[in-house]
């Protein structure tokens, strides 16, 4: 494991290409937010959406957040949408 510190004001440009070369090889990362620390990997990548659900040891028929910057993109990722969640 490596820990990569990011300066939020002036960010190394190294040390972000590190996590995203990371995220990109099916990796994990962890990062923190407001409030707590989040895991983050790629969505499209099926063994490190695994990853995380062994790590948190939780159950992996259980939904993850996705945070994604298109509201489209949904689409790609969800056998179906309701329309519930079409309107969120």
């Known amino acids: ?16 290409i590190a996590a995203a070369e990371t995220v990109l090889r099916g990796g994990v ?4 937010t407001d409030t707590l620390y989040g895991l983050g990997c790629s969505l499209l ?13 939780r159950d992996r028929s259980l939904a993850v957040i996705s945070l994604i910057p298109d509201p489209a993109q949904v689409y790609g990722l969800a056998v179906q949408v309701s329309p519930a969640a079409e309107r969120l």
């Open 1 to 16: 494991m490596e820990i990569l510190k990011v300066d939020p004001e002036n960010p190394e440009e190294h040390v972000l």
């Open 29 to 32: 990362i962890g990062f923190p």
């Open 45 to 57: 990548d099926v063994s490190a959406v695994e990853m995380i659900a062994r790590l948190k040891r």
